[in-house]
């Protein structure tokens, strides 16, 4: 059984910065890609950031050059590094993992962050 568990949401002033961080434990042998999304209320999650096995990095075009994702090393442990935001980058953040192996994929429960005007 893989847990997902993010944390560091919160209230943020536009401009302000936030971290949030993503943990994937329990049965976990191998280093999965991890993914952080958003939702609102009413849409579909949207895809954030996405860090692969090998390092590699994506990015959302509404977020390119404010949002930084990285992962410490060698484990399944990942951050999303938040500059700048926007009252547009309100929304629950999820984490996501995704094992290689089997492409099986695993949900945090959310964490919220809200950024005023």
């Known amino acids: 059984q893989v847990h997902v568990v993010e944390s560091g949401g919160g209230l943020v002033q536009r401009g302000g910065s936030l971290r949030l961080s993503c943990v994937a434990s329990g049965t976990v042998s191998n280093i999965f890609v991890m993914r952080w999304y958003r939702q609102t209320p009413g849409n579909e999650r949207e895809l954030v950031a996405t860090m692969t096995v090998g390092g590699s990095t994506t990015y959302a075009e509404s977020v390119k050059g404010r949002f930084t994702i990285s992962r410490e090393n060698a484990v399944n442990r990942v951050y999303l590094q938040m500059n700048s935001l926007k009252p547009e980058d309100t929304a629950v953040y999820y984490c996501?993992?995704?094992?290689?192996?089997?492409?099986?994929?695993?949900w945090g429960q959310g964490t919220r962050v809200t950024v005023s005007s």
């Open positions: 996501n993992a995704e094992r290689p192996s089997d492409k099986a994929n695993f």
